[in-house]
C-alpha cells in the first residue's frame, strides 16, 4: 500500500532551483524525486550524527517530541533504548522501611567481640619447608 503524500510549497533561491533543474534533466528524474531523496538522505545523515542524536533524546525526555518521531528518525532501536531509559529516570526510588527499627547501640553492641584470625595461619605451620 502506497504511503499518504502530503503537498509542501516553499520558495527556494533561484540558483539553486536552476541548480536543480541541471541535475534532474542528466538525472531525468522530476523536481519531486529530487528533493525526497536529498531529503531522505539528509535526514539519514542526521540519524546517524552523535550531536544530532544527542538534541533528539534531549527533545525527547524534555516532552518536545513523542517516541513516534524519534522511531521514524533514530530507529525503532534508539527509540527503545531511550524509552527504557526515560522510564527508568521517571521511576521513583523505593524508601527502605523496617519493621521492628533499628536496635538499640546498646543492644546491637551488646556481647563479646570475636577477634579475626587468619584459618591459614595454624595450616602454615605444617607446610614442608623445601
Known sequence: MAEEKTRVDFNAPKSLVERADSAIEI??????????????????????????????????????????????????????????????????????????GLPSDDAFYDGEISEWTDSNSADSDDVSRV
Open 27 to 100: 538525472l531525468d528524474i522530476s523536481r519531486t524525486r529530487l528533493l525526497i531523496d536529498a531529503l531522505e538522505d539528509e535526514l539519514e545523515e542526521l540519524a546517524n550524527d552523535e550531536d544530532f542524536q544527542r538534541r533528539m533524546s534531549d527533545a525527547y525526555y524534555d516532552g518536545r517530541v513523542d517516541y513516534g518521531t524519534v522511531e521514524a528518525i533514530l530507529g525503532r532501536e534508539e527509540a527503545m533504548r531511550l524509552k527504557l531509559l526515560r522510564e527508568s529516570i521517571d521511576r521513583t526510588p523505593a524508601i527502605p522501611t523496617l519493621k521492628d
